[in-house]
């Protein structure tokens, strides 16, 4: 099975930086896109940023110029530079891949449990 576990969360002043990193692990054959999605309270999951196995990145408007996501595809692995944050950026964070495993070879959703971010004004 395949497992994604997410660290760095916590709480920070608003202007400050986290870094939030999330590894994959498990029967797996290759991951392509990798994300970042984060739950408001009361809210639907919505896409923070993405990148793709060859590098192409994409962000949501509101945090663009501030957030930076990479990947290491060796370790599979994906980061997300959370810089000059605001105190609507509190929410929780989940990492998100799209990833073929070894036993289908099928190309399956899973995702992190979450990490909790907080931002203080």
């Known amino acids: 099975q395949v497992q994604l576990v997410e660290s760095g969360g916590g709480l920070v002043q608003a202007g400050g930086s986290l870094r939030l990193s999330c590894a994959a692990s498990?029967?797996?054959?290759?991951?392509?896109?990798m994300d970042w999605y984060r739950q408001f309270p009361g809210k639907q999951r919505e896409l923070v940023a993405s990148?793709?196995?060859?590098?192409?990145?994409h962000y949501a408007d509101s945090v663009k110029g501030r957030f930076t996501i990479s990947r290491d595809n060796a370790k599979n692995t994906v980061s997300l530079q959370m810089n000059s944050l605001k105190p609507e950026d509190t929410a929780v964070y989940y990492c998100?891949?799209?990833?073929?495993?070894?036993?289908?070879?099928?190309?399956?959703?899973?995702w992190g449990q979450g990490t909790q971010v907080t931002v203080s004004s």
């Open positions: 990148i793709e196995r060859v590098g192409n990145t």
């Open positions: 498990g029967s797996i054959a290759i991951t392509n896109v």
């Open positions: 998100h891949a799209k990833i073929k495993t070894i036993l289908s070879l099928k190309e399956r959703d899973f």
